[in-house]
């Protein structure tokens, strides 16, 4: 009898791939946060993201599926601020014990604009919050920083592999912010303002000293009235502003019309709330920056 069971426990093991029995389940609520915990999780964990590649986080409906992965996960790992109002439901659903982790603990969060308060229509406390806190490389410190502790939490044997995970990764978002500065610096100061879809790179802004103005608030959903287009056209042609830029994820129909109205030129696609698959221009988060900033410099130094 004992033997038998030994065969079988031994013939599971042979069935995984090698380490696949230690791995942490991790569930990202989307892209950009999975890239943060493969990151910093390197080999030990597992990571399934709920809104995949350019998806929309502000407005998803979950799957069974999901609840299926929350149920199996050991750590589910969300921004908070609002962004993911569908999310304590999904959790809620899926009866599971995985531990929460809030990656925006300990940043200092800004308000949504006085447009992103008049239509943004995130939800509970968070209401007044801008939820894009990782647009700012400093921030995204944080995020890593926080998912670091978290695994160490869950997982204490993978200490000094999260430890030395998070140190190389933090080399490069600092060489990240380094970079984004001195492309910020080629643009003449006067040319730091930019159109966008919707209010994502607040945090973007304060920390690089560009200007963002969008026809539509913090949450891609809320609706853009005439009046806010009529605004944002007013202001295009007030501050000579000289290009205006598409997202990944929103309907490039009203940037257009903006672009057709004023004579403004499409500068390109910004990446706001999520990574490309893997062929895309940002399948990272490092890409995603790097993308954005050489966008800009290329539509705004010339
Ligand atoms: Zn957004």
Do not use: C
């Not at 069971?5 to 093991?13: R, T």
């Not at 950009?32 to 993201?49: E, H, M, N, P, Q």
């Not at 304590?88 to 659903?93: A, K």
């Not at 609706?223 to 605004?231: K, L």
């Amino acid at each position: 009898m004992i033997r038998i069971a030994v065969v079988v426990l031994s013939l599971l093991a042979a069935a995984l791939p090698a380490g696949a029995q230690e791995r942490i389940g991790v569930v990202a609520s989307f892209s950009i946060l999975g890239d943060f915990v493969r990151s910093v999780g390197g080999d030990r964990v597992a990571v399934t993201t709920l809104v995949g590649p350019t998806g929309d986080v502000h407005v998803y409906t979950p799957s069974p599926r999901d609840a299926k992965q929350i149920a199996d996960a050991k750590l589910v790992v969300v921004n908070g601020l609002g962004l993911e109002g569908w999310l304590p439901r999904l959790v809620q659903s899926s009866g599971g014990k995985a531990t929460i982790v809030t990656v925006t603990k300990g940043i200092k969060t800004r308000e949504a604009d006085k447009d992103g308060e008049a239509h943004g229509h995130s939800h509970g406390d968070d209401e007044h919050t801008d939820p894009h806190a990782w647009q700012s490389v400093p921030n995204a410190r944080i995020y890593v920083a926080n998912i670091r502790d978290a695994l160490i939490a869950a997982d204490p044997a993978g200490e000094a592999s999260y430890r030395a995970n998070t140190e190389a990764y933090l080399a490069k978002l600092d060489a990240l912010d380094r970079d984004v500065r001195e492309q910020v610096a080629k643009i003449p100061p006067t040319a730091r303002k930019v159109i966008s879809t919707h209010d994502a790179f607040g945090y973007f802004a304060d920390a690089y000293g560009i200007t963002f103005i969008a026809p539509q608030g913090v949450s891609t959903e809320s609706e853009v009235s005439a009046r806010d287009v009529a605004r944002i056209i007013k202001q295009i042609r007030a501050s000579k502003i000289p290009a205006v830029f598409l997202e990944n994820i929103s309907d490039p129909r009203l940037i257009q019309r903006i672009a057709a109205e004023t004579g403004a030129k499409i500068g390109g696609t910004l990446y706001s709330d999520s990574l490309t698959a893997e062929n895309g221009d940002a399948p990272t988060y490092i890409d995603m920056v790097r993308h954005n900033i050489r966008t800009l410099t290329s539509a705004l130094a010339g």
